[in-house]
């Protein structure tokens, strides 16, 4: 990243840049030069964006992950074109929104906050289980978020790749997700020990980085307020991700009800997800061969639990006895 003088970036310099990255038939006949970002849905395609000196060429829109919202564009998150390097980056403009959730019978107020994820970007700056980027205000003091690109898939879209069956996953693949999976945690009890939350922990939020090896979290500008527990709704989103990686996805109770209806009929209200009410946490009822050490964790998320998480050290504990009966039951290391 390299800054350029105010007066050199006209609409002439930035038109020679496009051409020197994309190719001369790329420059658009015609596109805004954008400092202030205060209307994101003013930024369209083919705009440039002069963000702290540094002029971004406004390519695609980001997609949302969440749950039933596939597809659905973010149009305050674009990726671009650092015009200065040619690198790809992620321009995460300011959006307010809030909304509240409820997880068993308790109320979590959630709402975006620029500036958290701008104070975490320098936190994890370095840390090879986070995103990457800086953050730099635009003319009219928004705190516009520049991310660096990672190349690479969703982390569970490659661990339901494994196996050929549940069986064959868990035996032969589950340790090693395991691990990926405790040092995810670790990287969230680093953000703890700086009394700081990622406040958005969901699977589609890890990104397996294909250069660096490593999976890394993404997209933490959500912050909560809710009176029990600081950490209450990370650890409740890393409970919702053991789960998916130890069922080697979703354990759905309409599909038990259709096609295991055996099964199903041992299932009770306590077995399931206590954030989601049609997902089996209990999972030894499906999967014998599960650990009793490792299906203990999963049932501190589930609706008949009687103690909850409080600090990612204690899951870490009771991840590390799970870990060591995984290696017994396996025959494995990693």
């Not at 995103?131 to 969703?154: C, Q, T």
Request: with cysteine; aromatic share 12%.
């Amino acid at each position: 990243m390299m800054a350029l003088p105010a007066e050199t970036l006209n609409e002439t310099a930035v038109r020679g840049l496009i051409a020197h990255h994309g190719g001369a038939a790329r420059v658009p006949r015609r596109f805004k030069v954008i400092t202030d970002t205060s209307d994101f849905f003013r930024v369209e395609y083919n705009d440039v964006v002069i963000l702290g000196g540094v002029p971004y060429w406004v390519k695609r829109y980001e997609k949302e992950g969440r749950f039933g919202l596939d597809d659905e564009p973010k149009y305050w998150v674009r990726r671009a074109v650092e015009l200065t390097t040619g690198a790809t980056r992620i321009i995460k403009l300011v959006f307010h929104e809030q909304f509240d959730t409820i997880i068993g019978d308790v109320k979590i107020t959630c709402f975006r906050s620029p500036k958290k994820e701008a104070r975490l970007l320098d936190l994890v700056a370095g840390h090879r289980n986070f995103m990457h980027g800086r953050w730099v205000l635009d003319a009219a003091d928004n705190n516009v978020r520049i991310l660096e690109f990672i190349r690479g898939p969703r982390f569970d879209d490659v661990i339901v790749g494994y196996g050929t069956d549940h069986q064959d996953y868990f035996h032969h693949y589950f340790l090693q997700v395991l691990d990926q999976y405790i040092e995810l945690v670790q990287a969230i009890k680093f953000l703890h020990d700086h009394g700081e939350k990622h406040g958005d922990i969901r699977r589609d939020h890890i990104l397996w980085d294909e250069e660096t090896q490593a999976n890394r979290w993404i997209d933490f500008d959500y912050n909560y307020m809710q009176g029990e527990s600081l950490f209450t709704f990370d650890l409740q989103g890393l409970g919702n991700i053991l789960i998916f990686l130890a069922g080697r996805g979703d354990v759905l109770v309409p599909d038990l009800y259709h096609k295991q209806r055996e099964i199903f009929d041992t299932l009770w209200g306590e077995d399931l997800s206590i954030a989601y009410k049609n997902r089996v946490a209990n999972l030894q009822k499906i999967y014998p061969y599960v650990p009793d050490s490792l299906n203990r964790v999963l049932l501190h998320f589930s609706f008949g639990a009687n103690i909850f998480y409080e600090t990612t050290d204690q899951l870490l504990d009771d991840l590390a006895t799970a870990r060591v009966d995984m290696v017994s039951l396996t025959g494995r290391q990693s």
